[in-house]
């Protein structure tokens, strides 16, 4: 059974299947980064130690489940990328582990004055699905005062020091932004690293992980994007565009001169390059150019059940979520023969063992790739939708258009530039909220 709260030795050591079982490696550590508003440690990912001896990071959203045995994986695909710690970031068992640090808890009020040692981190998923460190295994730093084997465990809000002691952290003014940005929306992070100079922006840029700094990307103008991306290392490129949705990637790259366009696209494996060169045959301004080419998709054979399961997938945008296309195999866009949808509120008011195959919405209308912003708006208006599919003349499912997707092409090039009349700029102080 999957567990969401482990300490991390005993997660070292155990072996990482992809989901279909096959074996890619196992546990050595755990990256961690220790975050400067004392807040407790975010978990970023597993250094999974190869047949070859070769150690790689697996982002710790790629984790789908956890248990005495083994740590499975939502995907066989992983980046070969060397183990490369970034400033912040630290091993948890290469350099946090063995630590000495000060405790606070009232329960050892007796040793206040004495330094303990690390000897453990307690993990704990939340609800967010991210997953942080909040507690500390400790003993007595001098062993003449403890009894043999004698370890307290302790929440992180009462161990200091660790700070200092385990981590090489970025300069002041990088990481008072750090501090800043954590914990911001996406695109309220990206208005931050807006306004900042080119250089101190390209600082926290490599100071962030790769998953959040692609989702900041996303949310930043294409130029400022490409400004960016130009001055990354290519591994780190790859990993940056590979995490970023692939409409993104072909509205960043689309504005590029065609020589740097493919520069970047062969940067990217091949599965994930070529959904972005799907979408870039098309014109930016149809449905085509507009839509993404990852929807919710399954077959007609999928239970309610499974169907929520996907759609509760936090990665996953409300708009996309609103709607589960349905086609023959395969699923991978272009998909065999469009079946039809099933709309969200349907699915929630079906048992969970019905086929969505008896569900099916056969008479809402389809979205062509060379439809126009205009016909798009119209159809979003006409049949109350946020999200539309989008299917060639074949009947495959290429995509489907969200209402994202149309607001940043009707909306002004220079939208995220300027501010609505009225609105107040986000206090960065206060953390942005969410």
């Given at each position: 059974?999957?567990?969401?709260?482990?300490?991390i030795?005993?997660l070292?050591?155990?072996a990482?299947?992809?989901?279909d079982?096959?074996?890619?490696?196992?546990?050595?550590?755990?990256?961690?980064?220790?975050?400067?508003?004392?807040?407790?440690?975010?978990?970023?990912?597993?250094?999974?130690?190869?047949?070859?001896?070769?150690?790689?990071?697996?982002?710790?959203?790629?984790?789908?489940g956890?248990d005495?045995?083994?740590?499975?994986?939502?995907?066989?695909?992983?980046?070969m990328?060397?183990?490369?710690?970034r400033?912040?970031?630290?091993?948890?068992?290469?350099q946090v582990?063995?630590?000495?640090?000060?405790?606070?808890d009232?329960?050892?009020?007796?040793?206040a004055?004495?330094?303990?040692?690390?000897?453990?981190?307690?993990i704990?998923?939340?609800?967010?699905?991210?997953?942080?460190?909040?507690?500390?295994?400790?003993r007595p730093s001098?062993?003449?005062?403890?009894?043999?084997?004698?370890?307290?465990?302790?929440?992180?809000?009462?161990?200091h020091?660790?700070t200092?002691?385990?981590?090489?952290?970025?300069?002041?003014g990088?990481?008072?932004?750090?501090?800043?940005?954590?914990g911001?929306?996406?695109?309220?992070?990206?208005?931050?690293?807006?306004e900042?100079?080119?250089?101190?922006?390209?600082?926290?840029?490599?100071?962030?992980?790769?998953?959040?700094?692609?989702?900041?990307?996303?949310?930043?103008?294409?130029?400022?994007?490409?400004?960016?991306?130009?001055?990354?290392?290519?591994?780190?490129?790859?990993?940056?565009?590979?995490?970023m949705?692939?409409?993104?990637?072909?509205?960043?790259?689309?504005?590029?001169?065609?020589?740097?366009?493919?520069?970047?696209?062969?940067?990217?494996?091949?599965?994930?390059?070529?959904?972005?060169?799907?979408?870039?045959?098309h014109?930016?301004d149809?449905?085509?150019?507009?839509?993404?080419?990852?929807?919710?998709?399954?077959?007609?054979?999928?239970?309610?059940?499974?169907?929520?399961?996907?759609?509760?997938?936090?990665?996953?945008?409300?708009?996309?979520?609103?709607?589960?296309?349905?086609?023959?195999?395969?699923?991978?866009?272009?998909?065999?023969?469009?079946?039809?949808?099933?709309?969200?509120?349907?699915?929630?008011?079906?048992?969970?063992?019905?086929?969505?195959?008896?569900?099916?919405?056969?008479?809402?209308?389809h979205?062509?790739?060379?439809?126009?912003?205009?016909?798009?708006t119209?159809?979003?208006?006409?049949?109350?939708?946020?999200?539309?599919?989008?299917?060639?003349?074949?009947?495959?499912?290429?995509?489907?258009?969200?209402?994202?997707?149309?607001?940043?092409?009707?909306?002004?090039?220079?939208?995220?530039?300027?501010?609505?009349?009225g609105?107040?700029?986000?206090?960065?102080a206060?953390?942005?909220?969410?």
């Amino acid at each position: 059974m999957s567990v969401s709260k482990v300490f991390i030795a005993r997660l070292v050591g155990l072996a990482v299947l992809g989901p279909d079982g096959e074996s890619i490696g196992r546990v050595r550590d755990v990256v961690i980064a220790i975050r400067l508003s004392g807040l407790p440690p975010r978990v970023l990912g597993l250094a999974v130690e190869l047949t070859t001896r070769r150690r790689i990071f697996v982002p710790i959203l790629r984790v789908t489940g956890v248990d005495s045995h083994k740590v499975t994986l939502n995907t066989g695909t992983i980046s070969m990328r060397k183990l490369d710690l970034r400033p912040g970031e630290a091993l948890a068992v290469g350099q946090v582990m063995d630590s000495r640090v000060r405790v606070t808890d009232p329960d050892l009020a007796d040793w206040a004055d004495e330094d303990f040692t690390v000897v453990d981190l307690g993990i704990e998923q939340g609800r967010t699905r991210d997953w942080l460190v909040t507690r500390v295994a400790v003993r007595p730093s001098r062993l003449r005062l403890a009894r043999r084997g004698e370890i307290h465990v302790v929440d992180w809000a009462h161990v200091h020091g660790l700070t200092q002691t385990a981590l090489n952290l970025p300069g002041q003014g990088v990481a008072a932004i750090m501090m800043q940005l954590d914990g911001m929306r996406p695109a309220d992070a990206a208005n931050v690293l807006r306004e900042l100079p080119p250089k101190r922006r390209e600082e926290i840029a490599a100071a962030l992980d790769e998953e959040r700094l692609a989702d900041i990307l996303q949310e930043l103008p294409s130029d400022d994007a490409q400004s960016l991306i130009a001055v990354m290392g290519t591994g780190r490129a790859r990993n940056v565009l590979g995490a970023m949705e692939p409409d993104d990637v072909a509205d960043l790259v689309g504005e590029l001169p065609p020589g740097e366009a493919e520069r970047l696209l062969s940067l990217m494996a091949p599965e994930e390059s070529e959904p972005v060169r799907r979408l870039l045959v098309h014109s930016p301004d149809t449905a085509g150019g507009m839509m993404t080419p990852e929807p919710l998709i399954v077959t007609a054979a999928t239970t309610v059940s499974e169907a929520l399961a996907r759609a509760r997938d936090p990665e996953i945008t409300p708009a996309a979520a609103s709607i589960v296309f349905v086609v023959r195999p395969p699923t991978q866009t272009p998909t065999g023969k469009y079946l039809g949808c099933v709309h969200l509120q349907v699915l929630l008011r079906n048992p969970p063992a019905t086929l969505v195959g008896d569900l099916l919405d056969t008479d809402l209308g389809h979205l062509r790739p060379e439809d126009s912003v205009e016909t798009v708006t119209r159809y979003f208006a006409t049949y109350n939708l946020v999200c539309g599919p989008v299917v060639d003349e074949d009947g495959h499912l290429l995509g489907a258009v969200s209402v994202d997707d149309l607001l940043d092409e009707i909306l002004p090039d220079d939208w995220r530039e300027t501010e609505p009349e009225g609105d107040e700029p986000i206090n960065v102080a206060a953390g942005g909220g969410r």
